[in-house]
Each structure stands twice: as C-alpha cells, then as structure tokens.
C-alpha cells in the first residue's frame, strides 16, 4: 500500500522558518517527480515547490522563489521542503504529490497530473504573529 506522510506544519511568526517533511512507504520516491502545492481557504491549489524524476532539476514560482527549498534524501525516502522569510500569505495546507510523469518541475507544478499520482493527506502551516 503506498503512502505519503507529510509532517513539520505548525504555527510560525511571520520572518520565521519551518522544513516540511513527505515520507513515502510502498514507493521509491526517487522514481517519481514530487511536487509540494499548497490550497488557502477561499483559493486555488499552487503549486510552490517541484523537482524532477529525471534529473532533479526543480522549480520555484515567482511567490516562493529564493524562500523555498526542495530537497531529495533518497536514502530516507523523503523529499523535503525548507520554508524560510514565511509571510502570513503563506498560510495553507501543503501536500507533497509524487508523480510517475516524467516532466520538466515546472510543468509538474502547474498540472500535477500523471498516469500515477500519489497524494499525501496534508499538513497545516500558519504564519501568523
């Protein structure tokens, strides 16, 4: 049975930090391209952080861009997310995907779709003072 664990969400000031885990068991995830997206109240699903299967390139829109950091441990099984500089904007529920399309990350983040796609159920992250 596959499954996606994400872990590390929590309420952080503005300025602050958190790293988001995504733990996968049934999957080799470096096998897959990963994506972290995120979904406010009331706002479209986005994708913030994706890194390819292929060669590990990854990408970054323009609203995380020099903030975020994705990361492959393919030892641990894990793909991790390094938020720094949070802004209360950044308050949602982050999902890690794993995907078996092979695509640049840039199209992953914008159509997180594949004839495979693992989903994890979600971790919280407020920014708030």
């Known amino acids: 049975q596959v499954q996606l664990v994400e872990s590390g969400g929590g309420l952080v000031q503005p300025g602050g930090s958190l790293r988001l885990s995504c733990t996968a068991s049934?999957?080799?995830?470096?096998?897959?391209?990963i994506g972290w997206f995120r979904q406010a109240p009331g706002k479209e699903r986005e994708g913030v952080s994706c890194?390819?299967?292929?060669?590990?390139?990854?990408y970054y829109p323009d609203s995380v861009k020099g903030r975020f950091t994705i990361s492959r441990d393919v030892a641990r099984n894990t793909v991790s997310l390094q938020m720094n500089s949070l802004k209360p904007e950044d308050t949602a529920v982050y999902y890690c995907?794993?995907?078996?399309?092979?695509?640049?990350?840039?199209?992953?983040?914008?159509?997180?779709?594949?004839?495979?796609?693992?989903w994890g159920q979600g971790t919280q992250v407020t920014v708030s003072s």
């Open positions: 995907v794993a995907i078996s399309r092979i695509a640049t990350p840039q199209a992953i983040c914008l159509n997180p779709a594949g004839r495979t796609a693992y």
């Open positions: 049934g999957l080799a995830l470096g096998a897959y391209s």
């Open positions: 890194i390819s299967r292929s060669d590990g390139s990854t």
